[in-house]
């Protein structure tokens, strides 16, 4: 990346006036509430009860949960899209209704809420002088931004010709306009096909590799468990759980040997070995792959030699991926 | 036309000992609508989060807002407005409301044209048209836009960008104007275009069966037309644009050394009679509002008439009206208004006529010669209403005298010599404007100090009647049971005409003006209500606004027949507007009722803008210039306007959650 493209907005707005403010924590919730009240003031939901969060610099959150959970209501509390019951939301130390935070933030929202007439082209020079940045700046890095998600060759088409999974990516790229700190994906994968869940995995991997801190919720555990280092799982409200994936997902109490090219007359012995050491052989067997493994192996396949592609071959290749 | 205020800007604006001024009244409206909005906003707030935490998120917005406004960034204004106007030409609003503006002018253009004078159908309807288009069109834009927004979220990724509440608003209403601006001046243009092109004819002189033009004499016109003093015989054009001319032969005396007369194309012929020239031309009289220059190439039966297009349609008179207008009674007492001849019609003030000390004195002010383009002779306007009390020849005219002053203002030291003309007999007519030449040189007399006649003689307007800036004109009626009807725009010293293209454009600017206020009073709307309710507010506040006089009648309390109830009650009852209603509780009640209705509904007709102040189409119409005090006026009524509702819409969406 260029250094133009990359350069901070320089503002004075950014200035940071909260004493306590802790530059390694990036987003900090305490005690936020939030409930959906109708017309006449009477309470529809409580859709988040109290939840604490810290959010630390560099790191991918996920926050999971089923529907209704308070996901999404958490992100939009974030984002000061909705005004919290009760605690506070601070994200850069600041209140998370204050507007300059936003410089350092980029949002990709559940559907990709984006103007159906524009072209890809304009939506990003949109979205970048809402940023109120230079003009050439504007170009260079929408032009980067458009290559990057993979939509160069329709960038002067208006979105409303676009599938779901090219809005998704442009989405992307104008979350992503300002090269912010902090990145918000409500749902990222949603809409995608196995390869641009894949893309989109890799592109939030990348944002880690570039320091930058990423918030994500979705209910899509594999995507979850993919690319954070740590989860809060909501359910009705409430925060059920918190920690890192690994240390969140690791099975006590069970041992898993991973080996290659072992012929079938080891399994026994192994089995033996395990028996004597009082241990309980619950499988030996071959692993599996993925099916998302799989798909994407035929894909990238495919792409290398285009035309049919014979059945046996097909069944081959399985074979071969899952060695 | 009628033409009840004559805004003088500071005078409106800071008042005097009369009325108050509007900036002060502007003042207090705002210090009124802060603590409104102030004690609104904590009581909802009170409401949601009670009053401690309440006063605490008042303090917040209202802390907040300062910096909103000091921090705009013109760039994501212009974005947002830039988003706005493309989706408004991308979503084929704008050709839509093109396409039915060509198609009103393409079929509208087969029904109007013709009659008494086709130049006022012709701008009406396009000032009409191009005022509802435009004003439909930016309403229905203003109060869809940001609901369409919120309802497809689209909101979210630009409210997560630093874009200010501030900047959401302004970038809306900046884009729709600038939208309305483009349009309304295309419109204007084609518009224009469209009335020239409409208004434009000649004529054909008529001839006899045998292919030859005949000059009848003068009596044998059985036209009811009056011909020129020095006509000698005359004929018409052919029909042509729903109208004919009729076309004098003029004697034309001149002596042998004066130049002959300016229109040379249009001279017959001419003869030496003794030391004098008679010239004998053409003259085209007026019909539907307008003339024509007519030029005569060859003589007798070879004589070929040449008529120019029309002329006189274009025209934006810039009237000197007088600084007050004063009645008098039959006993000579002054009265603010004249005689009243019926409730159908209270525009216009009465005088009697005959020998009566009954008049209308106009008292002009800065009346200096810098202003007429040709001081010899001035151009006097009149357009008198008569009232006959005896039945009589309807087309015989009414006799009235106009007679000129010195005066001085009060507190002003006497002239040591006023100056009074002779009386200059007239005679008028109902609904026409009548255009008298006042000779710079008039004769008249002087009095002293004391009233004591001094001299007569010939006497200079300005520098011997005027010198202080201050003029009298009185209008008598000399008909005995007559009545002359006046107001204080009915008559007028005409300036030098404005440029016509300069008075059409300030006519568009009044309805870009009404459009600037449907904007703000639609994109602020529609932060805290859904489209259909945006539309119906404005929709409403349009009509309020257009119609605010004669709804405010209805809000006086001595209007007979009651409010809504009580003249639904009448006519289910049959009872007649002033028949005593017999006391009872439930009268007692409904009046109640009516009571509390009319003054809402009084109070909504002073909250609405006043567009009648911002709708200049009847001067357009009637050949007026809208002077510079006028536009001014109507200019900062707009600004406030747009100003209140441009932060009522800011705070309404600060306050709001997006993702509702």
């Not at chain 1, 403010?21 to 005690?31: A, C, R």
């Not at chain 1, 604490?52 to 529907?67: A, M, Q, S, T, Y």
């Not at chain 2, 009670?50 to 008042?58: D, I, R």
């Amino acid at each position: 990346m260029t250094e133009k493209s990359t350069q901070k907005i320089p503002s004075d707005k950014l200035i940071q006036t909260n004493p306590d403010y802790n530059p390694d924590v990036i987003v900090e919730t305490q005690n936020l509430s939030k409930i959906y009240r109708d017309f006449w003031g009477r309470q529809k939901v409580r859709a988040l009860k109290a939840l604490d969060l810290e959010v630390r610099k560099g790191e991918i959150f996920g926050l999971l949960g089923p529907n209704g959970s308070g996901k999404s209501t958490t992100i939009k509390l974030l984002l000061g899209l909705l005004f919290p019951t009760s605690g506070r939301a601070l994200v850069f130390g600041k209140d998370a209704t204050e507007t300059t935070k936003n410089e350092r933030i980029g949002y990709l929202p559940e559907e990709s809420y984006l103007y159906k007439f524009l072209t890809a082209e304009e939506t990003m020079d949109f979205y970048g002088r809402l940023f109120d940045m230079p003009a050439d700046v504007r170009r260079q890095r929408s032009d980067e931004l458009i290559r990057k998600v993979g939509l160069h060759w329709a960038r002067r088409r208006q979105l409303k010709e676009y599938s779901k999974g090219m809005v998704r990516r442009i989405g992307l790229a104008q979350a992503l306009i300002n090269d912010p700190d902090l990145v918000l994906l409500d749902e990222p994968t949603s809409g995608l096909d196995p390869l641009g869940t894949r893309e989109m995995k890799d592109m939030i991997l990348e944002l880690k590799a570039q320091n930058k801190t990423v918030i994500m919720c979705s209910h899509l555990l594999a995507d979850v468990q993919d690319v954070c280092d740590r989860i809060a799982i909501l359910y009705q409200g409430d925060l059920k759980e918190l920690g890192a994936v690994n240390d969140l997902l690791q099975v006590s109490g069970e041992t898993s040997v991973r080996a290659r090219k072992l012929p079938d007359s080891a399994h026994k012995e192994i089995a033996e070995v395990i028996a004597r050491h009082g241990g309980e052989v619950l499988s030996i067997e071959n692993p599996r792959t993925t099916l998302e493994e799989l798909f994407l192996n035929i894909v990238r396949e495919s792409e290398e030699r285009p035309g049919r592609r014979a059945a046996a071959a097909a069944g081959e290749g399985g074979t071969e991926s899952g060695r | 036309m009628v033409v009840k205020d004559f805004p003088d800007l500071m005078r409106w604006l800071f008042g005097d000992s009369t009325r108050t001024g509007a900036f002060l009244i502007l003042l207090l409206l705002i210090l009124a609508s802060s603590l409104f909005g102030l004690f609104f906003g904590f009581l909802v707030a009170s409401f949601r989060h009670g009053p401690a935490e309440a006063f605490y998120t008042v303090a917040k917005v209202v802390a907040g807002a300062i910096p909103d406004w000091i921090h705009i960034s013109y760039r994501r204004i212009f974005a947002i407005a830039g988003l706005a106007i493309k989706e408004a030409i991308r979503r084929r609003v704008i050709l839509v409301a093109f396409l039915i503006f060509a198609l009103s002018l393409l079929f509208g253009g087969w029904f109007i044209g013709g009659g008494e004078h086709p130049d006022r159908v012709y701008i009406n309807f396009v000032m009409w048209g191009t005022q509802l288009l435009i004003l439909m069109l930016v309403m229905l834009i203003s109060a869809f836009s940001l609901p369409d927004d919120i309802r497809n979220k689209t909101i979210y990724t630009v409210s997560t960008k630093p874009v200010r509440i501030s900047e959401i608003v302004l970038g809306r209403i900046v884009g729709f104007a600038i939208l309305g601006t483009g349009l309304l001046a295309v419109m204007g243009i084609i518009s224009l275009l469209f009335v020239w092109r409409g208004l434009s004819h000649t004529h054909q002189i008529a001839v006899n069966d045998g292919g030859q033009v005949e000059f009848q004499p003068v009596d044998r016109l059985a036209t009811g037309h009056r011909a020129s003093d020095n006509a000698i015989s005359g004929t018409t054009t052919l029909f042509d644009s729903g109208h004919r001319h009729y076309v004098e032969v003029v004697e034309d005396v001149r002596g042998i050394d004066d130049p002959p007369p300016a229109d040379t194309e249009s001279i017959l012929s001419q003869e030496t009679r003794g030391d004098k020239i008679v010239y004998q031309r053409l003259q085209v009289m007026h019909a539907s509002g307008h003339s024509h220059n007519v030029a005569v190439t060859g003589k007798g039966e070879a004589a070929v008439y040449d008529f120019s297009d029309a002329k006189g349609f274009f025209r934006a008179r810039k009237p000197k009206y007088a600084e007050m207008l004063v009645f008098f009674d039959r006993q000579g007492e002054p009265k603010r208004e004249g005689m009243s001849t019926g409730d159908e019609w209270t525009y216009l003030g009465f005088i009697d006529g005959g020998i009566t000390l009954s008049r209308a004195e106009y008292l002009f002010n800065n009346f200096s010669a810098d202003d007429f383009s040709s001081t010899d002779v001035l151009p006097l306007e009149l357009k008198l209403g008569v009232y006959r009390s005896h039945k009589g020849d309807i087309n015989t005219r009414i006799r009235a005298g106009l007679q000129i002053e010195s005066f001085t203002g009060e507190n002003e030291t006497a002239l040591p010599r006023r100056f009074r003309s002779e009386v200059m007999e007239f005679e008028t007519e109902e609904d026409i404007i009548q255009v008298k030449g006042i000779p710079r040189k008039i004769p008249g007399q002087i009095y002293g100090p004391e009233g004591e006649l001094i001299e007569s003689g010939i006497y200079d307007l300005f520098d011997d009647f005027a010198p202080n800036g201050r003029l009298k004109l009185t209008v008598r009626c000399m008909d005995q049971s007559q009545y002359l009807g006046m107001a204080r725009a009915s008559v007028y010293f005409r300036l030098t005409d404005r440029p016509y293209w300069l008075n059409f454009a300030r006519g568009y600017i009044g309805i870009w003006m009404q459009m600037m206020i449907v904007i703000c009073l639609g994109v602020s709307l529609s932060t805290f209500l859904s489209s259909p309710v945006t539309m119906l507010g404005t929709v409403c506040a349009i009509i309020f606004g257009f119609f605010s006089e004669s709804i405010k009648k209805l809000t006086v309390p001595e209007v007979s027949g009651g409010g809504p109830v009580e003249s639904f009650y009448r006519l289910v009852t049959q009872k007649n507007q002033e028949e005593a209603l017999s006391r009872s509780l439930s009268v007692d009640a409904m009046e109640q009722i009516d009571k509390l209705f009319i003054s809402m509904v009084g109070a909504v007709t002073r909250i609405v803008p006043d567009f009648s102040r911002l709708d200049f189409s009847d001067f357009l119409t009637y050949g007026y210039f809208v002077d510079n005090d006028r536009l001014a006026v109507a200019f900062l009524i707009s600004f406030a306007f747009c100003t209140g509702l441009t932060l009522m819409g800011y705070f309404c969406l600060k306050t709001r959650e997006l993702a509702g």
